[in-house]
């Protein structure tokens, strides 16, 4: 809705701005891709592919997928454009996502989402610069209880040791998981440590780290990942089930969490993904990313008491008395529009007492009343809404008078 619409505008505003500032060009991908590059790129068995994809055949036969995800689009237009040749390549996106799955309080069927990517570089400070971004944006909207959780995946060596222990250490208590982590026990056991059920939980009690698991050169990464953002004084603590629901992250990934939204504290991830490039046909580019669901930041922003901006309403009201009088503001409120100049005046006659409830409703700054007697003395009356103070203004001079008071005051 239009008083909605405002914070949305103001919100993606300031994320596009912020990207600006860290480098990062915007791009723009279809709202719908080929079934195959989700299911190669996002992966099979994970719960975004086998049951949230909004998959159709269209009248050439082709498998189409509205987007679920922003990384995987990004990547076929990395790809697509040859963008490799010029390394590093930084990209954000803002834009409407679909998955199938039970709407709740800023989760949607079609919600919104903004993400950015980072590729061709491979060491710990892209990873620090992605959380760091991804830090900043919610401190720049006033969130101030913001903490990153932080973990290792590893590469594909020291991920494969660690899946087959878990695998080994979950075999007699399979019983006691839930339906779904026992689908993923074959197929992505590591989504098991991710599963909310407290059954499941009860069960991962005393499972190894795969922290514990990681190779020399992956224990060096993270530990140069925790080294950089502790030098930028950026809270975060290590959290060693913290996995995310894609197959192509590797080593480092991470979770936004915001203090005082109970369980449902998470409202930004990402990590990074060296292999996705590949996977998709496309050389050995390393690479990083974040996304977040604007809906899951409004929603934050209002239960911390932020608005981003106040109410759009017109500099000027006209308030007209009359016929000829209506005649002469409607001229009026049009040469002031065309200056640039919000102007709102009734298009049908009303008494006084209504056009100031109008005005009053409408938060406008300044009413202008002209009426039949205003007119034959070529004067209007001009009153400041913020404390009922007025003063006459020739008729001649009031294009003019409002444009100064709209330049004094601004929007």
């Known amino acids: 809705m239009p008083d909605e619409v405002g914070q949305w505008q103001e919100l993606e505003r300031r994320l596009r701005e912020l990207c600006r500032i860290y480098g990062y060009g915007e791009l723009r991908t279809p709202l719908f891709e080929a079934t195959e590059l989700f299911a190669r790129g996002v992966g099979e068995g994970t719960d975004i592919v086998d049951k949230e994809m909004y998959n159709f055949t269209d009248r050439g036969g082709r498998n189409i997928t509205l987007r679920p995800e922003g990384t995987a689009p990004v990547v076929r237009a990395f790809l697509e454009h040859n963008l490799a040749r010029e390394l590093p390549a930084r990209f954000f996106y803002l834009g409407p996502m679909f998955r199938y799955e039970r709407p709740q309080a800023g989760r949607m069927r079609q919600f919104h989402q903004f993400g950015f990517e980072l590729f061709g570089e491979s060491g710990p400070l892209a990873d620090v610069e992605a959380i760091d971004l991804a830090w900043t944006t ?124 109970g369980s449902q504290d998470a409202i930004g991830g990402g990590g990074r993904y060296n292999n996705l490039v590949r996977e998709l046909g496309g050389p050995a580019v390393p690479a990083v990313g974040f996304a977040a669901g604007l809906e899951r930041i409004l929603l934050v922003l209002a239960k911390y008491g932020i608005k981003l901006k106040e109410k759009d309403a017109p500099f000027v009201f006209m308030a007209p008395l009359g016929r000829e009088a209506q005649a002469h503001a409607f001229e009026l409120a049009c040469q002031l529009k065309h200056q640039g100049i919000p102007a709102y005046v009734p298009l049908a006659e009303k008494s006084l007492k209504a056009q100031m409830k109008v005005a009053n409703r409408q938060g406008v700054k300044w009413t202008l009343i002209i009426g039949d007697e205003e007119l034959q003395k070529r004067r209007a009356i001009l009153k400041k809404m913020s404390d009922g103070t007025q003063r006459e203004i020739s008729l001649a001079g009031i294009s003019e008078a409002i444009a100064n008071l709209y330049l004094e005051e601004g929007r």
């Open 138 to 261: 919610y401190r720049s909207l006033g969130v101030a209880d913001v903490q990153i959780k932080i973990n290792s995946l590893g590469c594909e060596t020291c991920r494969a040791a660690f899946r087959d222990e878990l695998r080994r250490r979950l075999e007699d208590r399979l019983e006691k998981l839930c339906g779904n982590c026992r689908a993923r026990y074959q197929r992505n056991p590591l989504r098991i440590l991710d599963c909310k059920n407290p059954e499941c939980q009860a069960a991962l009690a005393d499972l190894p780290e795969l922290v514990d698991f990681l190779c020399p050169e992956c224990k060096a990464h993270f530990q140069g990942v925790k080294e950089g953002l502790s030098a930028l004084g950026i809270p975060a603590v290590t959290e060693p089930k913290l996995v995310r629901g894609f197959d192509y992250y590797t080593r480092t990934v991470f979770e936004v969490t915001a203090a005082g939204l």
